[in-house]
């Protein structure tokens, strides 16, 4: 029975996350580990209407804050251990993780 650990990260900060991607990375291949990925998916962009004034019937706006996240997805096939260092690593405020574990059964059962 092998485990899938699916690890989605998300950041505003593209050099931060490519930063923290990259360590991943070359960490897994110093010990070995089955790493697949980085999957870059296409950024996306995201628009918040910003008012000038708190009150309800004050329709000016200000110019809308517009920012962009970047994602990377990696798979890490088996080596719990490994899964488990990366999921208690301390990443900068500016990366979110999100972590999927799947249990796969052989052929046989």
Do not use: C, N
Not at 43 to 55: A, G, M, T
Not at 77 to 103: M, T, W
């Amino acid at each position: 029975m092998t485990f899938v650990t699916s690890l989605t990260l998300q950041s505003g900060d593209r050099a931060a996350l490519d930063g923290v991607v990259g360590d991943i990375k070359r960490t897994a291949e110093r010990k070995g580990v089955a790493l697949k990925g980085p999957h870059t998916h296409p950024p996306e962009r995201f628009s918040i209407p910003q008012y000038q004034r708190l009150h309800a019937d004050d329709d000016r706006r200000l110019e809308p804050w517009s920012y962009t996240v970047f994602t990377r997805e990696l798979e890490i096939h088996g080596y719990q251990e490994f899964a488990r260092s990366v999921a208690g690593r301390s990443l900068p405020d500016s990366v979110h993780v999100e972590i999927e574990i799947e249990q796969i059964h052989g052929a046989g059962r």
